[in-house]
């Protein structure tokens, strides 16, 4: 246990004895407890393997390389259909969680195993998203941006391209593109 990480299992929530349960699990599997992105992640030689994790109707373990699990069972869920490596083993109760508590064990292991593994997920090149046809535009009229967006991450081009693609009308399309260029100009992603 990682004492800068208690404060998350202490705090009053709807899944406080879910998340202790959770927990207990995971430690048992021989992983480091660390703090990111404001949850208990738990980490093999500084990769991170499973995160605990809560929404309103549900608290899960969030599997970083999900995608590449057996999952025979089929409990894994993938969040979006954009979520290209992780999956989630969702609870609803804390009787859930001791039902299954063999299961989420095996899971996690499974997980350890391909992180000792080496395992890389592949992912979708940029190259492979919508690019809308707006954003088409702006690119090849507007050199800077054009050459501003290359020179983003793929992550940070990802972004951009599936939030500009969600718009259903191009009106909104074209107003996000707008609002965002100065960003993209600044080498900057959606949410920096």
């Not at 590449?68 to 969702?90: F, H, P, S, Y």
């Not at 039902?99 to 890389?120: F, H, M, R, T, V």
């Not at 050459?147 to 693609?165: E, N, W």
């Not at 074209?174 to 900057?188: C, D, M, V």
């Amino acid at each position: 246990m990682n004492p800068s990480v208690d404060w998350f299992f202490v705090k009053d929530t709807k899944w406080q004895d879910e998340y202790n349960a959770l927990r207990a699990i995971v430690l048992e599997c021989g992983l480091a407890e660390e703090l990111k992105w404001g949850c208990p992640c738990y980490t093999l030689n500084n990769s991170n393997v499973v995160l605990i994790h809560g929404f309103k109707d549900y608290c899960a373990l969030l599997f970083m390389k999900g995608s590449l699990m057996k999952d025979e069972i089929g409990l894994l869920i993938q969040q979006t259909a954009n979520v290209q490596d992780r999956r989630q083993l969702r609870f609803t109760s804390l009787a859930n969680i001791k039902k299954q508590k063999k299961i989420i064990k095996d899971y996690i292991l499974e997980a350890i195993k391909l992180e000792e593994s080496g395992a890389k997920v592949e992912f979708k090149k940029t190259e492979e998203f919508n690019m809308p046809e707006e954003f088409q535009a702006v690119l090849k009229e507007m050199p800077d941006v054009n050459a501003a967006f290359k020179a983003l991450t793929p992550g940070r081009q990802r972004g951009y391209l599936l939030y500009f693609s969600a718009a259903k009308q191009s009106k909104t399309r074209e107003t996000r593109i707008a609002k965002y260029l100065p960003k993209i100009l600044q080498g900057k992603g959606l949410d920096d």
